[in-house]
T-cell receptor, first 113, second 111 residues
Framework: DARVTQTPRDKVTEMGQEVTMRCQPILGHNTVFWYRQTMMQGLELLAYFRNRAPLDDSGMPKDRFSAEMPDATLATLKIQPSEPRDSAVYFC???????????FGQGTRLTVV | QKEVEQNSGPLSVPEGAIASLNCTYSDRGSQSFFWYRQYSGKSPELIMSIYSNGDKEDGRFTAQLNKASQYVSLLIRDSQPSDSATYLCAVRYSGNTPLVFGKGTRLSVIA
């Protein structure tokens, strides 16, 4: 059953704490996207990687967000320090370069109090 | 700035009717167009893709693309209550770029 796996599914944290979200892309997919979804803004691209190299992270607040791909089976999105305005659902999606579809994970619902 | 616009809805249709969802995009060079369905609390799932002008049919779903008007639509025939969800329009400028999403249209099919 090929699917994108994200952990944790839900995270509640206090303002100022570090948050790390993880994503395992579909095996064989070499492109990974991080999106954030809120009611007001919809789905916004934060960053994406191809063959583990970051191609665009212009959607991320650089002072607090960082995204990495330590290996082909793991992508991470880190927020330090977290703020209440970071509360959202964070989706990871993966695809194959040259293909047009992107497949989404179940998301991480982050609440910063 | 590439933008994708959708009416937020809610769009309410009776069971068995045709639901028509619309989307416009700003970048004339866009090449690939997608419709995703998202149930409340779930992740987006791809239901249709279209790349050339005209209609593309898949079961009860028809995607329509008009590049001259920068307009893409999704028709759902014989709407069912299980079709009630938010429908996201997504556009890709080229095969190497990420999808740009609209904010979605919430569809409610009334039994």
């Amino acid at each position: 059953d090929a699917r994108v796996t994200q952990t944790p599914r839900d995270k509640v944290t206090e303002m100022g704490q570090e948050v790390t979200m993880r994503c395992q892309p579909i095996l064989g997919h070499n492109t990974v996207f991080w999106y954030r979804q809120t009611m007001m803004q919809g789905l916004e691209l934060l960053a994406y990687f191809r063959n583990r190299a970051p191609l665009d992270d212009s959607g991320m607040p650089k002072d607090r967000f960082s995204a990495e791909m330590p290996d082909a089976t793991l992508a991470t999105l880190k927020i330090q320090p977290s703020e209440p305005r970071d509360s959202a659902v964070y989706f990871c999606a993966s695809g194959r370069h040259g293909d047009t579809e992107a497949f989404f994970g179940q998301g991480t619902r982050l609440t910063v109090v | 700035q590439k933008e994708v616009e959708q009416n937020s809805g809610p769009l309410s249709v009776p069971e068995g009717a045709i639901a028509s969802l619309n989307c416009t995009y700003s970048d004339r060079g866009s090449q690939s167009f997608f419709w995703y369905r998202q149930y409340s609390g779930k992740s987006p799932e791809l239901i249709m893709s279209i790349y050339s002008n005209g209609d593309k049919e898949d079961g009860r779903f028809t995607a329509q693309l008009n590049k001259a008007s920068q307009y893409v639509s999704l028709l759902i025939r014989d709407s069912q209550p299980s079709d009630s969800a938010t429908y996201l329009c997504a556009v890709r400028y080229s095969g190497n770029t990420p999808l740009v999403f609209g904010k979605g249209t919430r569809l409610s099919v009334i039994a």
